[in-house]
């Protein structure tokens, strides 16, 4: 029962990673109508951002953890009104094509300055210890990021549903032509909203430092899985997003943990699940059929 | 006229050359070097996982190698013109292989030195043996280079699986614990590693109580399940001993201490790892963990003083691999210059069952039955942070494992 909790507790702290990365690609293509392929590599910059800070300036995790959000939120504004927004009225694969090059671009800039290896980043010493919960212990810093992470997603949702720039959002993700003849001007929107989820991948990327290797392919490795995490959520759906980034997560702890027996099976289990999600539900557990734009 | 002068100031430069190059061994006209040239080519990885572990870096390892050879010959050496071709072999076996043909084929290279990565290594064995040309692998851990894939062109020189399983698993289990849980990365390499440790920890009289592959690549970087898994079991083991390598060790690593399983009495034992891996995961990750090194730049005056030169050249210190390379960059050239040519069957015949003692290779012995480079190794431990007292100097040897017991006996498999 014990290694049951434990297992299940990790698996929701793999899952707030995948939750918050989600999320962002989820606002930005239900927003934009763009697969941001470029999302591992604002992660990545993320992590290596709260690395230069600390080793370079001595600026400590927290304080990273305020700036490279808004620095990577401003970093994709800027490049949204620079390119992205170029490609917008062409094919979908235009811009997805460009968020890989992009990819490709950070990846090797990092690289060039930095290497591949691994770079060091300590836990912060407040949270280096470990939480007592009676039946088991649990590092402190992972108890850190599943609360944080939940809080985020909570607040991300009461902006979505109780303020009015929620509700431009939700109407424009959920039918743009129709929203933009009563008069409201979506386009005001998409800048800031690219920003946003740019920031939270950034966010994410600061979480992860202390406890992933940070190097210039971590993102690389990562967005996969968080592909299939949309995919299963449903394309564009944002609760569907976080509920399938949470979900993927402890899917993954138990079957690794209760199936080690059969590697095969607990390797590939985030495929097998989005496979049947597609068969069963082509748009993913909370997606719709896409309406007509 | 004036064609005539020109032929007797040529044919007075050819004298006058010949006459110089009369002092070095063997140069009498016949056996001479393709080219009048040696090129090295090391072929590795320049941009992915193991670039900095060896990488360009060993290029400059080599480009060392050829000046100090220069520098020991001077006149008397077989040639001045030796050069180095490099490739990015990105850890691909496909791309190992093109680029391998295309170095033996087109740019003249006498030696291929490095190729990290097993399957590449492989890879790169099999062109050697189809083009007759010599292979010193250095990279590469893989005991079929020297087991069923092995061929008279190939070398094997640092390291391979069983001298890591075979040194950090026994003297591991005879020292801190007898049980212990296995963690590898569920492919070629960490399966490899697994089964050598498995019978090495068995052998020294200890058990293993558990073992689990995790996914590879593992693109949730997420071990805790594992983790959590290791002081449950029954008995509970003393030692966890990870075979993940790069990144991947270090996820592990922090993980580790995140569930503080050192306290829990859960102590950590690495399949294989490089300088460059305790310098990105801090010695203070990683104080106490043991592991078996082929070579450690503070291990001796003769290897600082070999370090302090690499440093100048590269701002940082060197691994086993840039060490190896150099040795092996050093002792083709040797073996040409003895031979006086860079026949490749000729230059086989004097490494065979050559005994050698380099800066690298201490007690080293090239094997005639397998093509095996035996040398000493060493069990190494991390320093604690306050033992450090100079960069890079992160790791105390606890014994040296003499060449004899290093390494394996040559494998029945490899038929010359």
């Known amino acids: 029962m014990t290694g049951f909790l ?183 929107w998409v800048t800031p909203v690219f920003g946003f989820g740019i920031g939270l991948a950034g966010l994410a990327g600061v979480l992860a430092a202390p406890m992933r290797a940070v190097n210039p392919l971590m993102g690389a490795d990562l967005i996969i899985v968080i592909f299939a995490v949309v995919v299963i959520g449903g394309l564009g759906s944002i609760f569907g997003s976080v509920a399938a980034g949470f979900g993927i997560g402890l899917v993954q702890a138990w079957g690794e943990a209760y199936l080690s027996e059969f590697p095969i099976v607990s390797q590939t289990i985030v495929f097998v699940v989005m496979a049947a999600v597609l068969l069963w539900r082509p748009a993913g557990l909370f997606g719709r059929e896409e309406a007509p734009a | 006229m004036r064609q005539s002068v020109g032929v007797a100031a040529a044919s007075a430069a050819v004298l006058l050359v010949a006459g110089c190059g009369g002092g070095g061994p063997q140069s009498d006209g016949d056996q001479k070097l393709t080219g009048d040239k040696i090129v090295l080519g090391v072929l590795n990885d320049q941009s992915g996982a193991y670039s900095e572990l060896s990488g360009r870096n060993s290029v400059q390892a080599v480009e060392m190698a050829i000046a100090d050879f220069k520098a020991r010959h001077g006149d008397r050496a077989v040639t001045k013109d030796i050069s180095v071709e490099t490739a990015d072999h990105q850890n691909k076996p496909d791309v190992a292989n093109a680029k391998a043909q295309e170095m033996y084929d087109r740019k003249g290279v006498d030696l291929i030195l490095d190729v990290p990565t097993s399957s590449a290594a492989l890879k790169v064995a099999d062109v050697a043996k189809e083009k007759k040309r010599l292979y010193f692998n250095i990279g590469a851990a893989t005991t079929e280079l020297t087991g069923k894939s092995c061929n008279r062109y190939t070398f094997h020189w640092a390291y391979d699986t069983y001298m890591l399983a075979n040194g950090t698993g026994k003297t591991t289990t005879e020292q801190i614990g007898k049980n ?158 003895a031979a006086g040519t860079d026949d490749a069957d000729t230059v086989v015949e004097g490494l065979e069952g050559k005994t050698v003692d380099d800066v690298f290779l201490r007690n080293g012995k090239i094997r005639a039955e397998d093509h095996r480079v035996v040398h000493d190794a060493y069990l190494a431990q991390v320093k604690s942070q306050a033992e450090v007292t100079e960069p890079w100097d992160y790791v105390k040897v606890l014994k040296t494992i003499p060449a004899a017991e290093a390494f394996r006996a040559p494998s029945p498999d490899c038929k010359l």
């Open chain 1, 6 to 188: 434990q297992n299940t507790f990790n698996g929701l702290v793999s899952g707030a990673f995948y939750a918050l990365l989600a999320l962002g690609l989820a606002v930005i293509f239900g927003m934009l109508r763009v697969v941001n392929f470029a999302h591992g590599a604002f992660y990545m910059l993320g992590a290596f951002g709260a690395y230069v800070l600390l080793s370079e300036a001595g600026v400590p995790f927290w304080a990273a953890l305020v700036i490279m959000p808004l620095g990577l939120a401003l970093l994709g504004m800027a490049l949204e009104r620079a390119v992205i927004h170029r490609l917008t009225r062409l094919d979908p694969l235009y811009n997805f094509l460009l968020t890989f090059g992009l990819t490709l671009i950070l990846q090797d800039l990092v690289k060039t300055r930095y290497g591949v290896q691994s770079s060091p980043y300590a836990t912060p010493a407040e949270l280096s210890g470990s939480v007592d919960f009676g039946l088991f212990d649990f590092p402190t810093y992972r108890v850190f990021i599943l609360g944080f992470a939940v809080l985020l997603c909570v607040a991300v949702w009461w902006v979505l549903t109780r303020t009015r720039i929620g509700m431009v959002v939700r109407a424009a993700t959920e039918r743009p032509e129709l929203t933009r003849a009563f008069g409201i001007d979506v386009g005001r």
């Open chain 2, 180 to 337: 212990w849980y296995i963690l590898y990365p569920n492919y070629a390499f960490g399966q490899d590693m697994e089964k050598s440790f498995s019978a090495a920890i068995t052998s020294a009289g200890g058990t293993v109580v558990g073992k689990d592959g995790a996914p590879f690549p593992n693109t949730s970087g997420d071990y805790s399940t594992f983790l959590l898994k290791a002081p449950t079991l029954n008995p509970k083991p003393q030692v966890l001993g990870t075979m993940q390598a790069g990144a991947e060790l270090v996820n592990v690593v922090k993980q580790y201490n995140e569930f503080k399983l050192r306290d829990k009495g859960v102590g950590l034992a690495v399949g294989l790892m490089f300088l460059t891996d305790i310098h990105s995961l801090t010695p203070a990750a990683l104080a106490g963990t043991t592991y078996t090194d082929a070579w450690y730049w503070n291990f001796d005056q003769r290897n600082r003083e070999f370090a302090d030169r690499f440093s100048k050249e590269t701002g940082t210190r060197p691994t086993f691999a840039h060490a190896a390379n150099y040795s092996a960059a050093t002792q083709y050239l040797e073996a040409v210059q």
